[in-house]
Structure formats: structure tokens, C-alpha cells
């Protein structure tokens, strides 16, 4: 048992310092480049940017997360559906159907429907 205490430090450490030791070597031996006069200029210096808001398709990102939703509770309703708790599946669609009409019911709001 002692063994695999000691194992259990020893192996973290060894892999440390190994990384550490290739990662200095790499270090080491990697060609230094040098940064031309573009690079070390800094980008759009003194022009007067105008404040672009970006907009964003909003039905297209409800669409996504939706289909995320409705995929991502499928998964614990069926698993809990075959081991036979169905007072968590009902809690499960209960939650899946507010998830998906509160986006619904803004988008529709937002819409002026």
C-alpha cells in the first residue's frame, strides 16, 4: 500500500519535470525570429474608428439553443425513463418545456407578434 502512495507522488513529478525538461530544451534550441517593422507597428494607429454594433440573428441563435436544449435533456429523461423513475422524467419535461417556451415566448415578444 505504501508503494502506491509513493507512486502516486512520484509519477506527477517525474511527468512534470520531464515536460519541464523538453519544454526548456525546446526553448533552447528554437530559431529566434525577428519582428519586421510592420509587425512591431501597432494596427490602425490614429484612425478614427466609427462604433459598429454588431448585430445579431436572433431567431437563428434561439433555433440553436432550442435544439441544444431539446437534445441535451433527451439524453437524462430516456436514461431515467428506462431505469423506471418517472416522478424525474415528469420533472425533467416539465423543466425542458419551460426552457423552450421562455425563448419562444421572448422571440415572439421581440418579433411584435
Known amino acids: 500500500m505504501e508503494g502506491g502512495i509513493a507512486a502516486a ?9 520531464v515536460a ?7 526553448k ?6 525577428r519582428k519586421t517593422e510592420a509587425e512591431l507597428s501597432p494596427y490602425a ?3 478614427i474608428m ?9 431567431s437563428r441563435f434561439f433555433t440553436y439553443v ?5 437534445f441535451d435533456i433527451t439524453v437524462p ?13 415528469t420533472l425533467y419535461l416539465t423543466v425542458m418545456l419551460i ?3 421562455t425563448p419562444a415566448l421572448y422571440l415572439r415578444e421581440l418579433m411584435g407578434r
Open 9 to 17: 507522488f512520484i509519477v506527477p513529478v517525474a511527468s512534470f519535470m
Open 20 to 26: 519541464l525538461l523538453l519544454y526548456l530544451i525546446g
Open 28 to 33: 533552447a534550441v528554437a530559431e529566434k525570429g
Open 45 to 47: 494607429c490614429g484612425e
Open 50 to 58: 466609427p462604433p459598429v454594433r454588431p448585430r445579431m440573428d436572433m
Open 66 to 70: 432550442l435544439l441544444f436544449l431539446a
Open 77 to 89: 429523461i430516456v436514461a431515467l425513463a428506462i431505469l423506471g423513475h418517472y416522478l424525474q422524467v
Open 99 to 101: 426552457a423552450v417556451m
